[in-house]
């Protein structure tokens, strides 16, 4: 498949918490010790990133590619799909792309803040029925539109890789991926859905590393277009909007179309790709994930050689 | 370094979890769609492992090689070092080892339940200063052993990877890593620490799929001894336990050496083996990512080639 010259990961961003005064408990840690004092006091770090990073030995594309995913999800989003194909961080390593896979703050191995009275509020988790419509899998749980892409007949193993979230996170989440983006250095960005929020945060505060962005079905958008020039955005969109029973694509459609307006009147190269448009019909919101998820990885490389090749 | 025929990952366990009757809540899911109905109600899947597998082109080893985290950690120990370094993982595929490494239940990309009502208690958190005596970094927080190997300069770095854990979650990481081994097939078990509490169950549970297993400073021991004829086990411990200021070792270093001698007792080839009094000198309980981590990793892998290769 590809031959690495490196491999592995790091930690971005985050704080130190320092507790103290708070009484030690027991806690069960191993069947051999099974009263162990836990001391709940001392530093700890929370609201860091894990970024785990793959370079191939023959580098086609000159700059990294960083695989932001979606609410909910984890990096493991781009490895093998739900129905045991290869993923997009497969495709992106044969391609030559040197590829950084985000955790973001709170989801997979970035870990989450367990320190009492530091987090507001309890997480949520999302069900496989709110997945289904939310994703445009159909118009409701067990019913697929017609032609659907997504590999609906593996939702089970789908939905073992949600993972809960917090509704306060976003700016955390926002910071920590501007962290791992000044540590990779010059970078073109892949985001998916709610990593789509994050990584137009990004965008607009560290322009001079953000060469080329592609936002995946995107939930957030930049809000300043002053120095975009020169850059290069995709906005790629699968099929059934028009059919969306979520309610969340209703507003969010028309707000990835003003934003490739906005950007290409600041002076980018910015471009909405809607897949049914050009043809190719049946994708989800899925779309590193849908029958044709190679045929989009290669498009979007392609893309991204174009712009920073 | 390493050429790889295949790379991915997959779910193993868990189960699923209805929720009926909640209220719907609204929910700040992006600044595009503030406040989005949030039905917690539906189907979520919850206790689940996940498993990252790296193939390597050209295998020496015969069978795969499972790596098992232990506690408050997840698979990202076994990669880049603290300082830099790589990690176990570069390490077992350069010595040609498939490699599968799990996140066990509630770590890493496994995901945690968020589902409420499921899970009894809230989450605790590992400090700094509760690392360094356990880990035997030394006597106290910022004081190192003489010798010491571990990168404590680096004891920030290592304190990003830290993730929650609750104490009522073994049995099911235990059966988590046995539906893993049952999925792989024949293998080599790796277990650290907790790691080590997983894999024994695993030892006794699927006797016939566990041909060998590397125990490092594991926290818990197989509870049966008649079914571990013609198997082999090797059981690795640093320096330091004769002062260890957690309260930790004292207790399971004994349990360690019984273990090994009911092990040979029942037929297996058993091997307790003390770095220190091999002349190896300095090592923490993080075995995988003191200073001689490459010369552990090798003594591992030629162990394992003996006993199965």
Request: with cysteine.
């Amino acid at each position: 498949m590809v031959e690495l010259a490196d491999f592995g990961s790091f930690y971005v961003g985050g704080r130190r918490v320092e507790v103290r005064g708070r009484p030690t408990e027991a806690l069960y840690v191993s069947s051999s010790v099974p009263a162990y004092p836990w001391d709940p006091n001392g530093d700890f770090f929370v609201e860091q990133a894990y970024v785990q990073y793959f370079i191939p030995a023959r580098r086609r594309c000159p700059l990294p590619v960083i695989l932001q995913h979606g609410g909910g999800l984890t990096g493991a989003c781009w490895e093998t799909t739900p129905d045991g194909r290869p993923g997009w961080i497969n495709s992106f390593l044969e391609a030559g792309f040197a590829t950084y896979v985000i955790d973001t703050v709170e989801r997979g191995r970035a870990g989450f803040c367990a320190v009492p009275g530091e987090w507001p509020g309890a997480p949520v988790s999302r069900s496989l029925q709110m997945a289904w419509t939310m994703f445009r899998f159909g118009p409701r749980y067990g019913e697929a539109f017609p032609g659907q892409r997504f590999p609906v007949a593996s939702i089970d193993a789908f939905g073992r890789g949600f993972v809960p979230r917090w509704a306060h996170t976003i700016p955390l989440q926002q910071a920590a991926l501007i962290e791992a983006i000044r540590k990779i250095g010059p970078c073109v960005l892949v985001g998916h859905s709610q990593g789509g929020e994050f990584g137009s945060a990004a965008v607009t505060a560290v322009p001079e590393l953000v060469r080329a962005a592609v936002f995946l079905e995107p939930s957030g958008f930049p809000d300043r277009f002053d120095n975009v020039r020169g850059r290069s955005f995709l906005y790629m969109m699968g099929d059934y909007i028009d059919r969306d029973a979520s309610g969340l694509w209703g507003p969010l459609e028309p707000k990835t179309r003003a934003t490739v307006e906005a950007l290409a009147k600041g002076g980018a190269r910015a471009e909405y790709l809607s897949l049914p448009e050009r043809g190719i019909r049946g994708n989800s919101h899925m779309l590193m994930m849908d029958d044709n998820s190679d045929e989009l990885a290669r498009l979007t490389q392609d893309w991204i050689l174009d712009a920073v090749g």
